[in-house]
């Protein structure tokens, strides 16, 4: 299935009067999202380990479940999810809908409607799905989860003329009108290297995974260490094969001080061993890593320990998880937020907005917007960024050194 916070005003000075009423813009809606948010931390990699959403799951889909709405707002949205696929996709859709529906609930009195609709974990559901929502009325999907059917969606919205949320981490999909709100590996890349560099860590060796989001950290990391002033020293890539990599890099660890290992759970593990083998003494170096070391095999591993990754602030999470365990007697799955998020957000644009509520101007706000998870902003790409906090390994898992920020910078 699937691959964010000084009490400061999320608005950046007026430069112009363009800017005052963009950055307004960003405060007014902050603070319906904050207010409409009126456990236990889950791993950020169960669900969420970027690019396993770009396909489908193998087995066989359930049959199509039917389409239902919720609330009575004039403002209609559609939603998108893969409600009958097998498996956890299923499981996931239909705990990411249970959100949805949570924060209409607990937004006041929203003006919106939103028109389920199952794409059945396929490109053809999802395009008979969005087909559907815009003939009923709908002025913004959100969804679908799987990259591979985001395109179909996007072209019934585009000859609508109408904006995507999109919840895929492929960053590849995103485009004109197709926004991704997602944990993109990109912002745990430059938040963990920001920080790095900030306490002296300039000179990065660098492990991947021989995979698309090894692609994908490869591309971020070695854009951002020489943007920050550092260099990359050393860089492998890895397969099933993890001691030979790890040979070549701990031989080149003497020019290094930060090590970054991408990838989670058990892998990062496994390749934090074979670099101890390879005679790497890795508490002389920094660790670092993404949001997928979220994972109680990282917390356990004696290796990782004092190890630093960026990911959303867990106590986003934590009260979320608690409101909707007692809503619906269930752990959320990790990604529930992002559907909490999304409604919350056009919920706050339909308040606030007008008639331009969901055009891209508006989307991508540069001062952005406060869920769940903390800031996040859209990127005229259709990427997003967001303000994650540096957390550091221990036993007792994950601790923050470093918060989250309350606004962006420029």
Same mark, same amino acid.
């Given at each position: 299935?699937?691959?964010?916070?000084?009490?400061?005003?999320?608005?950046?000075?007026?430069?112009?009067?363009?800017?005052?009423?963009?950055?307004?813009?960003?405060?007014?809606?902050?603070?319906?999202?904050?207010?409409?948010?009126?456990?236990?931390?889950?791993?950020?990699?169960?669900?969420?380990?970027?690019?396993?959403?770009?396909?489908?799951? !193998?087995?066989?889909?359930?049959?199509?479940?039917?389409?239902? &709405?919720?609330?009575?707002?004039? $403002?209609?949205?559609?939603?998108?999810?893969?409600?009958?696929?097998?498996?956890?996709?299923?499981?996931?859709?239909?705990?990411?809908?249970?959100?949805?529906?949570?924060?209409?609930? =607990?937004?006041?009195?929203?003006?919106?409607?939103?028109?389920?609709?199952?794409?059945?974990?396929?490109?053809?559901?999802?395009?008979?799905?969005?087909?559907?929502?815009?003939?009923?009325?709908?002025?913004?999907?959100?969804?679908?989860?799987?990259?591979?059917?985001?395109?179909?969606?996007?072209?019934?919205?585009?000859?609508?003329?109408?904006?995507?949320?999109?919840?895929?981490?492929?960053?590849?999909?995103?485009?004109?009108?197709?926004?991704?709100?997602?944990?993109?590996?990109?912002?745990?890349?430059?938040?963990? $290297? =920001?920080?790095?560099?900030?306490?002296?860590?300039?000179?990065?060796?660098?492990?991947?995974?021989?995979?698309?989001?090894?692609?994908?950290?490869?591309?971020?990391?070695?854009?951002?260490?020489?943007?920050?002033?550092?260099?990359?020293?050393?860089?492998?890539?890895?397969?099933?094969?993890?001691?030979?990599?790890?040979? &070549?890099?701990?031989?080149?660890?003497?020019?290094?001080?930060?090590?970054?290992?991408?990838? #989670?759970?058990?892998?990062?593990?496994?390749?934090?061993?074979?670099?101890?083998?390879?005679?790497?003494?890795?508490?002389?170096?920094?660790?670092?890593?993404?949001?997928?070391? /979220?994972?109680?095999?990282?917390?356990?591993?004696?290796?990782?320990?004092?190890?630093?990754?960026? !990911?959303?602030?867990?106590?986003?999470?934590?009260?979320?998880?608690?409101?909707?365990?007692?809503?619906?007697?269930? =752990?959320?799955?990790? &990604?529930?937020?992002?559907?909490? #998020?999304?409604?919350?957000?056009?919920?706050?644009?339909?308040?606030?907005?007008?008639?331009?509520?969901?055009?891209?101007?508006?989307?991508?706000?540069?001062?952005?917007?406060?869920?769940?998870?903390?800031?996040?902003?859209?990127?005229? /790409?259709?990427?997003? =960024?967001?303000?994650?906090? $540096?957390?550091?390994?221990?036993?007792?898992?994950?601790?923050?050194?470093?918060?989250?920020?309350?606004?962006?910078?420029?």
């Amino acid at each position: 299935m699937l691959g964010p916070r000084d009490l400061k005003s999320p608005v950046q000075g007026p430069r112009s009067s363009g800017a005052t009423r963009r950055g307004a813009l960003g405060l007014l809606l902050g603070a319906p999202l904050l207010s409409a948010c009126a456990g236990v931390q889950q791993s950020l990699s169960q669900f969420s380990n970027p690019f396993s959403s770009s396909q489908p799951p !193998a087995q066989p889909a359930g049959p199509p479940q039917q389409a239902t &709405t919720a609330g009575s707002g004039g $403002v209609k949205v559609g939603v998108i999810l893969p409600l009958s696929a097998a498996g956890n996709a299923g499981l996931a859709a239909q705990s990411m809908r249970n959100a949805a529906e949570m924060a209409l609930a =607990e937004f006041q009195n929203p003006n919106i409607q939103l028109l389920i609709k199952d794409d059945n974990g396929s490109p053809q559901g999802a395009q008979a799905g969005a087909q559907q929502a815009v003939d009923e009325g709908a002025e913004i999907i959100l969804g679908p989860l799987f990259a591979q059917s985001v395109p179909a969606v996007a072209q019934v919205a585009r000859q609508r003329g109408i904006s995507v949320i999109a919840f895929s981490t492929d960053s590849s999909i995103a485009g004109r009108g197709v926004y991704l709100l997602s944990f993109l590996p990109e912002s745990d890349v430059n938040r963990i $290297v =920001e920080y790095s560099a900030s306490i002296g860590k300039r000179s990065v060796a660098v492990l991947v995974p021989d995979n698309a989001y090894g692609n994908v950290v490869e591309a971020a990391v070695k854009a951002a260490v020489p943007r920050r002033g550092g260099r990359v020293v050393a860089f492998e890539r890895y397969g099933a094969d993890r001691a030979t990599p790890a040979r &070549t890099v701990a031989q080149q660890l003497g020019s290094a001080d930060a090590l970054f290992i991408a990838d #989670d759970g058990d892998a990062v593990v496994a390749v934090a061993d074979a670099m101890t083998a390879a005679g790497a003494n890795l508490r002389n170096i920094q660790l670092l890593g993404t949001g997928l070391w /979220d994972n109680p095999r990282v917390y356990a591993s004696p290796n990782l320990q004092g190890g630093l990754y960026a !990911a959303p602030d867990p106590a986003g999470f934590r009260a979320f998880s608690g409101r909707y365990r007692t809503k619906y007697g269930a =752990e959320p799955i990790r &990604t529930a937020t992002l559907a909490y #998020d999304a409604v919350a957000l056009v919920a706050a644009l339909a308040r606030t907005q007008g008639t331009t509520r969901f055009s891209p101007d508006v989307l991508t706000n540069p001062s952005g917007f406060a869920g769940i998870d903390g800031l996040f902003r859209f990127r005229a /790409d259709g990427t997003n =960024e967001r303000g994650l906090a $540096v957390m550091k390994v221990t036993t007792g898992g994950g601790v923050a050194v470093a918060g989250s920020p309350k606004s962006f910078g420029a």
